[in-house]
Nanobody, 122 residues
Framework: QVRLVESGGGTVQAGGSLRLSCAAS?????MGWFRQAPGKEREGVAR????????YYADSVKGRFTISQDNAKNTLYLQMNTLKPEDTAIYYC??????????????????WGQGTQVTVSS
């Protein structure tokens, strides 16, 4: 069982930055960030393979967001720069305990955080 606790959401003006954190309890093979905007389906933002640090990003955030992991603290981060109003959403941390692949697919992740609101004003 893995418990995920997110923090770091808030309101920022367009062009600003925020950093999200996700503290995990237990072993994680693959971790990711997803988001859900009002009236839209949840979408993948970025994922990281815990053992190697290999990362993958959705095209919409590539070059602006950075996913990272501090294995000593068992904490996942999402540094978000040059934020846009369309980045406004509830952001969720997700984890996969074990597996053979690490993909940015919602169905691959069995553990989810409670979500944290990110609002970008124009």
């Amino acid at each position: 069982q893995v418990r995920l606790v997110e923090s770091g959401g808030g309101t920022v003006q367009a062009g600003g930055s925020l950093r999200l954190s996700c503290a995990a309890s237990g072993y994680t093979y693959c971790m990711g960030w997803f988001r859900q905007a009002p009236g839209k389906e949840r979408e993948g933002v970025a994922r990281i393979l815990s053992s190697s640090g290999n990362t993958y990003y959705a095209d919409s955030v590539k070059g602006r967001f950075t996913i990272s992991q501090d294995n000593a603290k068992n904490t996942l981060y999402l540094q978000m720069n040059t934020l846009k109003p369309e980045d406004t959403a509830i952001y969720y941390c997700a984890a996969r305990g074990y597996g053979a692949v690490c993909r940015l697919l919602e169905r691959d992740f069995g553990y989810w955080g409670q979500g944290t609101q990110v609002t970008v004003s124009s």
